[in-house]
């Protein structure tokens, strides 16, 4: 079965903190794995994608394929990075879908 | 380059009632699909188009249509409003398919009484 899964729904932690959103996937193929963030009243936008193995605002995503997962990391945590935040997979053969998970909030406390 | 446009923003409907959400890229996008974001379900995938006149069923499909005659519009019908359609409904678009950086609209949030 192709699943995202998210199991943290909400996570909270203090300003310069350390954040990891954790994200696990079941998927027979070749993976392509994404984070969208959507902040307060925006649209969901691209935070990154693994394929491109680039930091954007300073998070960084390393897909670990023995461990089927793409976790979200950033060593500080920053107020403006309160969000919602999440994991998908983009499938690569047969029915092309993006396959979403239930997303994680997080909060930064001042 | 206005990206992907969804019309309207807000919209109340009673049961049985009818309507499409319109959405529109300009970004000469191949694959469009259509999704609601209910809490604590994330983003489910309704509708998607890989390309003009082709259309697929997604993870819930009941209850709504699709067409894409051409590469910019992917309109979403629902036949006979449920409230338990009630939903934000976002499209999206990407150049090449699932593999590629999907671009969201602003949302439409719809309440059916």
């Known amino acids: 079965a192709q699943r995202v899964t998210q199991p943290e729904k909400l996570l909270s932690v203090f300003k310069g903190a350390p954040v990891e959103l954790k994200c696990n996937y079941s998927?027979?193929?070749?993976?392509?794995l994404f984070w969208y963030v959507q902040y307060s009243r925006q649209r969901l936008q691209l935070l990154l994608r693994?394929?491109s193995r680039e930091s954007i605002k300073g998070f960084t995503a390393d897909l670990n394929k023995g461990e089927t997962s793409f976790h979200l990391k950033k060593p500080f945590a920053q107020e403006e990075d309160s969000a919602m935040y999440y994991c998908?997979?983009?499938?690569?053969?047969?029915?092309?879908?993006?396959?979403f998970g239930t997303g994680t909030r997080l909060k930064v406390l001042a | 380059n206005a990206g992907v446009t969804q019309t309207p923003k807000f919209q109340v409907l009673k049961t049985g009632q009818s309507m499409t959400l319109q959405c529109a890229q300009d970004m000469n996008h191949e694959y469009m699909s259509w999704y609601r974001q209910d809490p604590g379900m994330g983003l489910r995938l309704i509708h998607y188009?890989?390309?003009?006149?082709?259309?697929d069923q997604g993870e819930v499909p009941n209850g709504y249509n699709v067409s894409r005659s051409t590469t910019e519009d992917f309109p979403l019908r629902l036949l006979s409003a449920a409230p338990s359609q009630t939903s934000v409904y976002f499209c999206?678009?990407?150049?090449?398919?699932?593999?590629?950086?999907?671009?969201f609209g602003q949302g439409t949030r719809l309440t059916v009484v």
């Open positions: 998908a997979l983009g499938t690569t053969s047969g029915t092309y879908k993006y396959i």
């Open positions: 998927y027979s193929g070749s993976p392509e």
């Open positions: 188009s890989v390309g003009a006149g082709i259309t």
């Open positions: 999206a678009s990407s150049a090449r398919g699932s593999h590629d950086t999907a671009f």
């Open positions: 693994h394929i």
